[in-house]
């Protein structure tokens, strides 16, 4: 564990009862369980670091391995029909695989972020920070820190109100005599000094990010988003370009926010009595413990999984029981309350697109296909506004790729990271032919998991892309699903 620039860093762990969580079996079919909530949370404080000359940081020694990935670029193809195959490299296991260590960086007081990296011992190479989706964190990453952690500095971390960088103290306490054993946080008449302008927005979470490059990355970074990561990503690219290098979306949902901004719409957004801020009011507290009861249930968490990912064979095990501990936290609730009703970012989607493009930052676009959230239409919207994107639609795969299919992510990434590093020397996956760049191609990308080979289905789509034609194609794909009855 590393402790980053903090004198009394703060992580609350929550210690669930063996008891209360059974066997989840195996891929998206978990059985069904019953989750005793656990009653009492455990609060660890970690200190900083008694030696003077270590700058306030705690470290703890790790392996580390790296391996030449050269060839596995290359990979093995053949052609099948019109469909060419190309085997590529699986998932390391073992000691094939990258360390990865832990840290705690103290942004603010009571503000402390959680992180985790991998292959920093490759001082020469450019360093890759992954931004998770809403409701999950580190841990959706852990394929990636583990496998490209081999050649390159792999960061991921926790944004603030979510994961493991909840709040380690109650931003608005109740009464003595408000209290019960299963309180949640945040629910208190009056928040602490340092929750006076606490909101969980895409704007604190923009500048926990830029701060976090800054302060303890130490230069500037390839970012990789997946959903409301993806536009965390482009929205620091759009506001801090100097520090981004290049931006790769992973499904990133195109709209963060409901409530207007107040710096890009002052008077609207005083229409508006609270904004996400603490404490909450009583009627936000009444509707926040109604719609948390259920969207925590194991059961809602499940069916939301099975949502996301296409492939139901994934085992999805470990997610499933890193959101539930995430749930058990007693300032999850309040937290969500305020991530729901935070403004909007200063600027939208597009437009942090359009100034990303301005300012020459590179763009790869990584989507599944079977997301049934942010749908392909989104990700060929991207592509019109930046043709020169490289877009590669992935199938089977749904909401989360880097967790479904970490496989053809990584290979993915490998290949747009030696693009961009070589400024275009070394081509792109799949355009070897340049003919491709205009129309595009598709391939079957193949791959040995615990022993089985998986085959996925990747189309890189050309310059010339019609919406029309796109959307056209996808009702013709959804028109024997459509019934219709005439009386």
């Known amino acids: ?96 695989s990258s360390q990865i260590s832990t840290g705690l960086w103290e942004w603010k007081p009571k503000l402390t972020v959680y992180y985790e990296k991998s292959g920093t011992k490759n001082s020469k190479a450019p360093a890759v920070l992954f931004l998770p989706g809403f409701g999950v964190g580190t841990f959706h990453f852990e394929k990636q820190l583990m496998d490209l952690g081999r050649d390159y500095k792999v960061w991921t971390m926790d944004f603030l109100g979510q994961g493991m960088s909840l709040a380690c103290e109650d931003p608005a306490p109740k009464a003595m005599a408000e209290e019960d054993e299963e309180s949640y946080w945040g629910f208190g008449q009056d928040s602490q000094p340092w929750a006076d302008e606490l909101v969980y927005s895409v704007d604190l979470w923009r500048d926990q990010v830029q701060h976090f490059i800054e302060e303890v990355i130490g230069e500037p970074v390839y970012i990789v988003g997946n959903s409301l990561g993806g536009f965390v990503a482009l929205y620091l690219a759009a506001s801090s370009p100097h520090l981004v290098k290049g931006v790769t979306l992973l499904n990133a949902t195109p ?164 693009n961009v590093e070589s400024e275009g020397s070394v081509d792109l996956p799949f355009l070897e032919d340049s003919s491709f760049q205009e129309h595009g191609v598709s391939k079957e990308l193949e791959f040995v998991r615990t022993g089985s080979k998986k085959s996925v289905s990747v189309r890189l789509f050309g310059s010339q892309i019609s919406l029309w034609s796109q959307l056209s194609s996808f009702l013709k794909r959804h028109a024997s699903n459509i019934r219709v009855v005439s009386r």
């Open 255 to 418: 709209f963060w926010g409901f409530l207007p901004n107040p710096a890009r719409s002052p008077r609207l957004s005083k229409i508006f009595p609270w904004a996400g801020t603490f404490p909450l009011p009583s009627v936000v507290r009444k509707l926040t413990e109604t719609v948390w009861q259920k969207i925590s249930d194991p059961r809602s968490i499940q069916k939301i999984l099975r949502q996301v990912y296409a492939d139901h064979s994934t085992n999805v095990d470990k997610v499933f029981s890193r959101i539930i501990e995430t749930t058990e936290h007693p300032a999850a609730a309040a937290s969500f309350a305020s991530i729901m009703f935070a403004p909007m970012g200063q600027i939208s989607f597009q437009e942090a697109l359009s100034r990303c493009q301005r300012q020459d930052i590179p763009i790869s676009l990584m989507y599944g296909k079977e997301d049934p959230w942010v749908t392909p239409y989104w990700g060929i919207r991207v592509k019109q506004q930046v043709p020169e994107a490289p877009y590669y639609e992935i199938s089977p795969a749904g909401h989360c790729p880097h967790d479904e299919v970490p496989e053809v992510i990584n290979y993915l990434l490998r290949g747009w990271l030696k």
């Open 1 to 96: 564990m590393e402790v980053v620039s903090s004198s009394h860093s703060c992580l609350a762990f929550h210690q669930t009862p063996t008891s209360a969580r059974r066997s989840l079996g195996t891929g998206l079919g978990l059985r069904h369980t019953k989750f005793a909530r656990p009653r009492k949370s455990a609060v660890l404080c970690v200190g900083r670091a008694s030696n003077p000359g270590d700058s306030g940081k705690l470290h703890v020694s790790r392996s580390f391995d790296v391996s030449d990935v050269d060839a596995a670029l290359q990979g093995i193809s053949k052609k099948v029909g019109q469909i060419e195959k190309v085997s590529i490299p699986g998932l390391p296991e073992g000691p094939d």
